[in-house]
């Protein structure tokens, strides 16, 4: 897993982004973006460069599912790898999120060994191919 | 059975025959009319009693005081309730924001002191390894468990900052909850608003100081956080254990 990636962590909460980021920052990552939601997250995600989505589901504006969706229709951005932290935690929206693309759910609250583990998990299963 | 509610009347008989007329002679428009003119009649009998109903609730609520009560309650007391919400939510982030601000500015000073004595330790190793001064030497095993024991401990009081830095979550899920009941109030509040405007003579008086309803928007949407109650209820996990199974089973 290359440390150097870059990351955008969409959240409408600056705390969650703010907790995400240290989190993330601790796990040796440092390349992180901030977007407060999926209009925000879109339009930098199309401009390219980012490796890695990690996003909140429930947002005003365009939600994280929503956000997921539009991802996975464009084709210069579909193959982002996308992870879901979310509070939404109903069997029915976690196999939606599933059947729209996700690549990993983390439902909060949550702790930093999960958030390791899943990311850990999902650039492991890419690499894998 | 009163005269009102009687539906073999006259009135009606005249109708059946009329309609029966219109369609044995083929008359197509006379046959619709006199079709549109017995449903016209429930319609209007209806929108007659929606409309005493309204002149009745009217007038309780006047008779009784409770219309200033409840025009008080729509214009203020409500939208003042979501500005009291809205505000916890605000103290709420702002102190989160501190403490956050705290443990990031604390990780790098650690971090230094970590690093200091660690770099100290070596220097200390090699000067005790290469030194015939005895008291030299046991001056440096006396300092050096010192030393080892700030990494020991910087690392325990990195591990508590990364709790105190999660526990800063509730922020998030405090606040989600709480924006679910600003919508409540909101709904309750705009729906308050058009009772009164159907009710009273104060049509137009009250003004709704919030935006537009929530409009759904249709198959899965964001519920918010589950609260512990709700967790027993089927249909919700209550780990990640649980999220990882229900994956693992879709093939993840």
Redesign the interface.
Known sequence: MNRDMKILVVDDFSTMRRIVKNLLKDLGFHNISEADDGSTALPMLKKGGFDFLVTDWNMPGMDGLELLKRVRADESIADIPILMVTAEAKRDQIIEAAQAGVNGYVVKPFNKATLQTKIEKIFQRLEAG | MSEEQQFITEENRRRVAELHAAMESGDETRAREAFAAMGGEPDRELFEEVGAITRRLHESLTNIGLEDHLVRLAEDDLPEAQDRLNYVITLT?QA??RT?AG??SSVPYLERLQERSEKLLDRLQSRADTSDNEELVDLIGQIQPYLRSLGRDGRKVSERL?DI??A??F???T??VLGRVIHMVREVEENLVDLLRITGERLGEVNPRSGEAPKGKG????????LPAQQAED??????DE?DD??SD?G?
Request: no cysteine; net charge negative.
């Open positions: 982030e989160a924001n956050l443990v990031e990364t830095l999660m800063q979550e922020q998030d899920i606040g989600q198959g899965i949407e964001a519920e918010g956080p589950v249909g919700v996990v209550s780990s990640q999220v229900l994956l879709l993840f």
